[in-house]
């Protein structure tokens, strides 16, 4: 007697698409992933729609619009288990950036008639919407991180995704500070870890694509930019990019305000 | 609408047998990028126009460093340059393999997706896997990760890298090499539907390359200008049913870009083994069959293969891995070929680096009009079909533009004006 294969739907909201392509670049896995686990509705790779409820839902992208505030309702009543995936679900991406400034000048700078278009203010996460089980943080997410998730659902298991600083991933791959041996600003000593230290790896300093590690000492780092020369302006950037409106950064972005 | 990058539906109206309206419908909700550019610093745009889209960072990373090099009056050459050609090579391989087994075969050989494919032709499917993760592993070597790389700035890169590096790379670019050659015979051997119009192409030409980075903007029509003149010749529509413009050439209309594009106006750069994989395909230098970009897109993959192995082979390591460029203020523009076709970025900056306007045209909202013309000549020939089979019909017409349409919802039109 064969068991029924748990369903797995993914949905998009304001998003590049990055995520859920993080999914299909699982070359290796890819096939595998597919045995374990019914794909039900996935668009972008599929045409083949098989209705809800479903077991698994991945969601990518912020909600922005009035149509997709009320669609996510929809989508975590139809859904047992639902994990976010990015920036963008997690925090409201870099497009929260509008949620600094006013939506209706930004509408005119786009859009030449702004009738046409339905937007709301601000740019927020899945999580201040409806209750969300899990958040798979990155922009992009690590595909590897991605397989655990649906491993870890298939196993009953808790993801193992640590949300210490990139900091412990550098000292652990032995790259020499990026920041204390060539004064390169980097927000790893607040980010949360999950892309193996890849800038610092890279030579260049951290800009946060995984957004607040647990309990950041933001006020800390600003202290130390502003000891490297840096100013209130570009402290303010700094924190104010892809995780803009992730509550640290944002309160942090704040503070630098002039 | 599946198996398309972002949201979108497709809307034909059919009264009496006759189409009386199409409309292809974009939902994708806007993000105003180009209105958040401004008040960034220069240096962070290739890192946030990435974000435009997960499936071609590399385009937006390329077209944002050379549209600010030309606003500084710099420019980046020598091994930099192929750097970044390797780069791009990655990313049209990945991009492009990634739509003809995934998204587009399966409309050829019947099946709703690849995995249900993978079950009758599973080696076909898995050599295809094989070949976009060979893209992949370029984008991953010289950008750092294969979505929103992380390497690129404006000069160059942050690391740069030896010849042994590059080198871990050749043995599958062969294998990939080869996979390319059959996936352009098995492409042609895919039923095509007879259809063919009168386009007008548009893609970069360069004297000596096939065009990625550089070169003037062409039409088969007799269009010949640089990038920076791309604003006199090109404007944009906002019509009520799609949050992304509609494109046209001032002069006369709906227009044409991406790999059939650069085929029909480049084929005489294409290395002697594109030609005769093409030659193989029976496909001429010129294929006006918007059915057939499937193989047109294997001829590129194939080109991105070999032009990957002659870079590599060729490659000396600059002495630093990026150029340092004097911040001055100035308004820069550039257009480059990303996977879908051409992408135009201008900038205006100010004398400490801020941006304080941007302008971003991606290649599927130039595409958008042409597909709807498509649609609109291509329904009638198919109105007696079930509504289900004429929707797929359409779809799969659709998917020949490979369209990314979380790209083409994000455009500048106005100036704000303050008092």
Known sequence: MTKKKPKLAVWKFASCDGCQLSLLDCEDDLLAVAQEIEIANFPEASRAVLKGPYDLSLVEG???????????????????????????ATSGGIQALRNFKDVNEFISIVYANPSYIETLKKSTAIADHVRVD????????????????????????????????????????????????????????????????????????????????????????????????????????????????????????????? | ???????????????????????????????????????????????????????????????????????????????????????????????????????????????????????????????GLKLKKIGNQIVSLVGGREIHPINVKVGGFYKGFTKAELETLTENLKWARDAAYETVLWTSQFSFPDFERDYEFVSLSHPEEYPFNEGRIISNKGLDIKASEYE?????????????LHSVLKERDAYFVGPMARYNLNFDRLPAIAQEAAREAKLGKECRNPFKSIVIRS???????????????????????FQVIDVVEGEGFSCTEAPRGILFHRYKIDDCGKILDARIVPP??????????????FVPQHIDLPDDKLTWQCEQAIRNYDPCISCSTHFLKLDVERS
């Open chain 1, 134 to 258: 899990f958040e798979l943080r990155g922009c992009p997410i690590n595909k590897a991180q991605l397989v655990d998730v649906i491993s870890s659902y298939l196993n009953k298991r808790k993801p193992v995704t640590p949300a210490h600083s990139v900091c412990i991933d550098c000292k652990r791959k032995g790259i020499v500070c990026v920041m204390v041996s060539k004064g390169d600003p980097c927000l790893g000593p607040v980010t949360h870890a999950g892309c193996d230290a890849l800038c610092p790896s890279y030579n260049r300093g951290c800009f946060g694509c995984y957004g607040p590690k647990e309990n950041p000492n933001t006020g800390a780092l600003s202290a130390e930019l502003k000891r490297l020369g840096k100013t209130n302006e570009e402290i303010l950037l700094a924190f104010r990019s892809f995780n803009a409106y992730a509550d640290p950064f944002h309160k942090e972005s704040e503070a630098h305000e002039e």
């Open chain 2, 232 to 244: 006199d010749h090109f404007e944009e529509i906002h019509v009520k049913h799609s949050t992304a």
């Open chain 2, 364 to 377: 599927t909202s130039q595409n958008q009009k042409t597909i709807e013309n498509d649609l609109r000549a």
């Open chain 2, 1 to 127: 609408m599946a198996r398309v990058e972002g949201e979108g539906a497709l809307y034909i109206k059919i009264k009496d047998n006759a189409v009386v309206d199409v409309k292809l419908k974009i939902f994708e909700p806007p993000r105003f990028f180009e209105a958040f550019l401004r008040d960034r610093d220069f240096k962070e745009a290739p890192d946030i126009t990435a974000r435009i889209c997960g499936i071609c960072p590399v385009a937006y990373q390329m077209s944002a460093v050379h549209a600010m090099e030309n606003a500084l009056g710099a420019n980046v050459n020598g091994q930099l340059r192929e750097l970044r050609r390797l780069l791009y090579c990655g990313e049209w391989i990945e991009s492009h393999v990634l739509h003809i087994y995934m998204l587009h075969a399966p409309d050829f050989l019947g099946y709703d997706d690849a995995i249900r494919m993978a079950k009758d032709h599973r080696e076909i499917v898995e050599r």
């Open chain 1, 62 to 88: 912020s909600i922005t619009t009035p149509h997709d505030e009320e669609r996510i309702h929809k989508i975590r009543k139809s859904s047992k288990f639902l994990v976010t995936i990015g920036a963008c």
């Open chain 2, 299 to 321: 001829i590129e993959t194939l080109f991105a293969c070999e032009e990957a192995l002659r870079i590599v082979s060729e490659y000396d390591k600059p002495k630093t891995p």
